[in-house]
């Protein structure tokens, strides 16, 4: 009898590919969160700068 130089997986390989996959999704989902705050921040920090120029530009043509 000749044996098979390519085994088929066994549960446990199955199971561990499955954990591995996961983690990697829960490390991809931990990525997207953190860019979507970052996201959020530059979003919030590029309006707070646009509101100060405008109530400044605004004040100081009425004080003018």
Do not use: H
């Amino acid at each position: 009898m000749t044996q098979s130089t390519s085994p088929e997986p066994t549960l446990a390989d199955v199971i561990d590919k499955i954990e591995t996959l996961s983690k990697d999704v829960e490390r991809s989902n931990e990525r997207f969160a953190n860019y979507q705050q970052a996201v959020q921040w530059v979003v919030q920090l590029a309006f707070t700068l646009i509101a100060s120029a405008t109530i400044t530009i605004i004040i100081s043509s009425v004080l003018k």
